[in-house]
């Protein structure tokens, strides 16, 4: 009889739904709000960016070059246009040049793989309107209409979750420069929706269904409100009937006032980097080309970002809770360039040594030293041997010295819960915290005994000699990781 009420109560467990699953969003934001950050989007903390589509021919400028060109006719995009093209050529006339005859989906795959990024976001549809699959609500301006004749979206998801272990993601620009729907409405001060429920909303539903995409990166919203895009009915959706509701992660452009205010996660403005501590999850989208999203020949070695500052910025956005973005732009055949390709590699090489400092971390405490400068903290719990990391990440090598002193680690030296623990561990952590065991070593070269000391409120080391650590294949920035016993 026990043996039959166990079995039953299994049974029962089985196939009752959990608390989560009943869970229904209300088309508001003040329940949209309440939604739990799925957890694989903080622990990836890193990502890939690609802009690509008609405005990767002229590769002049950027990628607003229709609107820089038409509507707010710059100079330079008019003696651009003037010097090249002839005097009726009309923006739609690119897109016979978009072949992309030489893209390689796989080979993209492998390469966001070894850049150590663990999710790839594509724009699907920039602000001139044209769409890298074949749209039901935009014939003849997609690219297996015109152009590549491919559906770019269907063979690079394929191709990443075949070859990697990545998500992967959809940009979609709400709005169309030159689309005379979206220009009605815009006329009738946005209190008709013939844009959103003829144009916009088809071909989210239709790349949701289609692509099982696990980011919904939306832009191109700031001209109107929340309402007229009805963001907040989309999401619900999203969040309770869509094919991805337990996975997919939304960021905050959804109508005038919501950046910063509503989404999983917060872009707040391009190249949004804080510097300091965000409560709310938050991402930093930036360009390796610092002034271009799409490919452009206009430019010089200077306008790219080194290696060093590429890894900078991520430890930097990383350290303060927050994911990096990192954008590329293909050319118009399908290839990325090959100092784009040295950029990811570079970062995936420092990646598989230091990407314990970086990936399932947490803020610690202190974001940054404030002393020492250029040094930058993450922290995690390893509950297995009763220690919480601190990962200390210098991005400028001490080679007048070959020491540096880490002033808030001092701080371990006070039994005192809150000098230990950070953001998010909070209750894992006992009050009464004896900090007498440490150790400290440098990641990459872990063997390596290092000569080191508390003095006071610093933590003092001396780096192993520098050609060791050449040897050891370290440069870009060092992690120092400092283990200290914090259970009972």
């Not at 990166?217 to 309402?227: I, L, M, T």
């Not at 959804?254 to 804080?274: I, L, V």
């Not at 007048?400 to 808030?408: A, G, M, V, W």
């Amino acid at each position: 009889m026990l043996r039959w009420l166990l079995l039953s109560a299994a049974f029962i467990c089985l196939i009752c739904p959990n608390k989560a699953a009943l869970e229904r969003y209300e088309p508001n934001w003040a329940s949209l709000d309440e939604r739990p950050l799925p957890s694989w989007y903080d622990e990836a903390k890193i990502g890939i960016f690609i802009h690509w589509g008609v405005y990767s021919v002229p590769s002049f400028g950027s990628e607003w070059f229709w609107e820089d060109w038409l509507n707010l006719r710059y100079p330079n995009y008019l003696s651009f246009m003037k010097n090249n093209y002839k005097p009726s050529f009309a923006y739609q006339e690119f897109a016979h040049e978009f072949t992309a005859e030489l893209f390689n989906a796989t080979k993209w795959a492998l390469l966001f793989r070894d850049s150590g990024a663990k999710y790839v976001v594509l724009t699907s549809k920039h602000h001139d309107g044209y769409t890298l699959w074949p749209s039901t609500s935009s014939f003849s301006w997609n690219s297996m209409d015109v152009g590549p004749k491919r559906d770019i979206i269907r063979e690079l998801s394929t191709a990443i979750r075949k070859e990697s272990s990545l998500k992967f993601g959809l940009y979609y620009s709400l709005f169309e420069w030159f689309n005379r729907l979206y220009i009605n409405d815009k006329l009738h001060l946005f209190l008709q929706q013939n844009y959103v429920e003829r144009k916009m909303r088809p071909e989210q539903m239709e790349l949701i269904n289609e692509y099982l995409p696990e980011i919904l990166w939306s832009d191109g919203d700031w001209e109107a409100p929340a309402k007229y895009w009805k963001a907040e009915e989309f999401i619900a959706w999203l969040y309770n009937d869509s094919p991805v509701r337990d996975t997919i992660v939304t960021n905050d452009r959804w109508g005038f006032g919501t950046a910063c205010h509503h989404g999983d996660f917060y872009n707040c403005q391009d190249r949004y980097n804080p510097g300091i501590l965000q409560p709310h999850k938050w991402e930093n989208a930036f360009t390796l080309d610092k002034s271009s999203w799409g490919q452009r020949f206009d430019v010089e070695l200077n306008d790219f970002m080194t290696s060093e500052e590429l890894i900078g910025e991520v430890v930097k956005t990383v350290s303060c809770n927050g994911n990096a973005l990192i954008n590329v732009g293909p050319t118009k055949y399908g290839t990325i360039l090959p100092i784009f390709e040295e950029r990811l590699r570079d970062m995936g090489k420092w990646l598989s040594v230091n990407g314990e400092a970086i990936y399932g971390s947490k803020p610690w405490i202190y974001q940054n030293d404030s002393v020492t400068p250029n040094v930058w903290y993450t922290q995690k719990l390893d509950p297995t041997n009763s220690s919480a990391i601190i990962y200390a990440i210098v991005l400028e090598y001490p080679y007048d010295t070959n020491e540096i002193d880490l002033y808030p680690i001092g701080n371990l030296s006070k039994d005192t819960k809150s000098n230990v623990i950070l953001f998010g561990y909070e209750d894992e952590i006992t009050t009464d915290v004896s900090v007498a065991d440490m150790s400290v070593s440098l990641v990459g070269m872990e063997s390596a005994q290092l000569d080191w000391s508390l003095n006071g409120n610093r933590l003092h080391i001396v780096l192993p000699p520098k050609n060791h650590i050449d040897k050891n294949g370290l440069k870009y920035a060092w992690t120092f990781k400092i283990t200290k016993k914090v259970f009972k």
